[in-house]
């Protein structure tokens, strides 16, 4: 069964620091892992998506990088603002059936002043 | 453009009521997706359409019915509303199946 899975489930740190957050998925045959960012009784929102030959890509101050070898991913943000607070969720996605993702269930990461 | 539209935003049925979730897209995907979300879990695919007149199971299906009669438009019918499926529902759609998903806010459904 395909599975993703992310840690750590929830994380605090203080406005300005940097964090990293992790997604380890067993999708296979694989096609694509997408970061998405869901703020508190919002829709999730796209971050990246990483095809299997990329390794790093970023979007401002949220950089993800991919190990299909692995089978790993991370989120690194840096300099955390307060709007950083939110639930991060990883979804990986097949070639085959559909496309059909995989979610994890996300990591909430509280930035606090 | 509106993205993905959601109605209503908050619903509240008395066990065994139906009632239907609707969900709008207008950016031409094919693909389309219901998900529910549990207090603090993850998304949980329902049913997914790959286009108007396909549709299919996801993970927890039991209790839902879907039908895409257009591209724009991907409805989620509870047929018998049971308290287990008090939860958020999202409605998604992607230009096709891999590709980026495109969240509407989300529907808030509790049954009594």
């Known amino acids: 069964k395909n599975q993703v899975e992310q840690s750590p489930q929830s994380l605090i740190i203080l406005e300005g620091k940097n964090c990293t957050l992790q997604c380890n998925y067993t999708v296979s045959p694989f096609s694509n892992l997408r970061w998405y960012k869901q703020d508190t009784g919002r829709g999730p929102v796209s971050l990246t998506i990483m095809t299997f030959s990329e390794n790093t890509k970023s979007n401002g101050r949220y950089t993800a990088t991919l190990d299909a070898d692995t089978k790993q991913s991370s989120l690194h943000i840096t300099a955390s603002q307060l709007s950083d607070s939110a639930s991060y969720i990883c979804v990986v996605s097949e070639v085959s059936n559909a496309g059909k993702s995989t979610f994890g269930d996300g990591t909430t990461l509280t930035v606090k002043p | 453009n509106a993205g993905v539209t959601q109605t209503p935003k908050f619903q509240v049925l008395k066990t065994g009521q139906s009632m239907t979730l609707q969900c709008a897209q207008d950016?031409?995907?094919?693909?389309m997706s219901w998900y529910r979300q549990d207090p603090g879990m993850g998304l949980r695919l329902i049913h997914y359409s790959v286009g108007a007149g396909i549709t299919d199971q996801g993970e927890v299906p039991n209790g839902y019915n879907v039908s895409r009669s257009t591209t724009e438009d991907f409805p989620l019918r509870l047929l018998s509303a049971a308290p287990s499926q008090t939860s958020v529902y999202f409605c998604?759609?992607?230009?096709?199946?891999?590709?980026?998903?495109?969240f509407g806010e989300g529907s808030r459904l509790t049954v009594l």
């Open positions: 950016m031409n995907h094919e693909y």
């Open positions: 998604a759609s992607s230009y096709r199946g891999a590709g980026e998903l495109f």
